[in-house]
């Protein structure tokens, strides 16, 4: 028994050092992508259904490894949320965003709305609001433009919550909370939130045998005035449906999937096949 105990710990030491030099590893790597500058914003454009025009653009990290190439951000978004480098990484996307749409518009592009996501470690941090106020002024974005995507985890925190958005508000920039209905806001909560827009989450839309999950939320923020967008449209027939019960904006690889800034730049200007 003696035997066994002594395996077991040293078993146990093992997969534990394991486990957290990993993520040490990870850890440092992100640090170092952040000082240099490994990051990189893919855009998937927001397109009006009844027309086909890019009305607005959401911002997806991506981390460009020197050795294993290109990083979804579900491999890291998490470890970043976990050691709070979510906060230096979220205001590098902010800005990134806020130049980007700067120097799009002043090549003449048509305006539209940048999507940033931003992740709830990072929305209740002390210094948001007056890091998005700064980057607004570095970058001379216009906040009418700019749209934070959130999600329902920040109803956990409702109250102070509620005040950080009624902050955002005042700085004149909208928010969007992003994979409506898998989470657990309730409605009487979210009709007193100053949202702008709910994103209808994919999931939603996989099950398109039976619409009625996706008529049921569409019908519910339509009826609460807030602005709709469907996410992860693949298919004609999703577009046809959402049309039909007044769904007016979509996002998804039926249109587009993420591609980079000379990809997007291809893109702008111009219908995209419905
Ligand atoms: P999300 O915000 O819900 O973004 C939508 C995800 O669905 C994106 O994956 C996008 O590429 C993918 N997608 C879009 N259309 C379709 C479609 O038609 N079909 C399918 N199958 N997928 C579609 P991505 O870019 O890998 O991002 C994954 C998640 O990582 C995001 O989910 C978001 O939660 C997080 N994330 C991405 N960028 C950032 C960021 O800058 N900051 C933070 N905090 N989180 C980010
Ligand atoms: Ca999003
Ligand atoms: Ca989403
Ligand atoms: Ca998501």
Redesign the pocket.
């Known amino acids: 028994a003696k035997d066994r105990g002594k395996n077991n710990y040293q078993f146990y030491t093992a997969g534990l050092h394991g486990l957290s030099s990993r993520k040490m590893e990870m850890e440092t790597g992100l640090r170092k992508a952040l000082e240099l500058n490994q990051f990189e914003?893919?855009y998937?454009p927001q397109i009006e259904l009844s027309t086909g025009y890019i009305i607005g653009i959401?911002?997806?990290?991506?981390w460009n490894h020197p050795e294993r190439g290109i990083i979804?951000?579900?491999e890291f978004?998490p470890l970043?949320?976990e050691t709070g480098l979510?906060v230096p990484?979220?205001n590098w996307?902010?800005k990134e965003?806020c130049k980007q749409h700067r120097s799009w518009l002043s090549q003449g592009y048509w305006p539209m709305v940048m999507s940033?996501?931003?992740?709830v470690r990072?929305f209740q941090d002390d210094d948001f609001v007056s890091s998005v106020k700064r980057i607004l002024n570095e970058t001379d974005m216009d906040p009418g433009y700019l749209e934070l995507?959130i999600?329902e985890s920040i109803m956990q925190n409702f109250e102070r919550s509620n005040l950080i958005i009624k902050d955002l508000n005042r700085l004149g920039v909208k928010i969007a909370l992003?994979?409506f209905g898998t989470g657990y806001s309730s409605l009487s909560n979210l009709k007193h939130l100053p949202i702008d827009t709910i994103?209808i989450?994919?999931s939603f839309?996989d099950d398109m045998e039976d619409g009625s999950m996706v008529k049921t939320i569409l019908d519910m923020g339509l009826n609460m005035e807030f602005h709709v967008i469907a996410?992860?449209?693949?298919q004609k027939e999703q577009v046809d449906f959402l049309l039909v019960h007044g769904c007016k904006v979509g996002?998804?690889?039926?249109?587009s999937?993420?591609i980079s800034v000379d990809g997007m730049e291809g893109m702008l200007n111009k219908k995209v096949l419905v």
């Open positions: 914003l893919y998937q959401e911002s997806l990290i991506r979804s951000p579900c978004i970043a949320e979510i990484i979220g996307v902010l965003a940033v996501n931003i992740s990072q995507e999600t992003d994979d994103k989450d994919k839309l996410e992860g449209i693949e996002q998804g690889y039926l249109f999937e993420p």
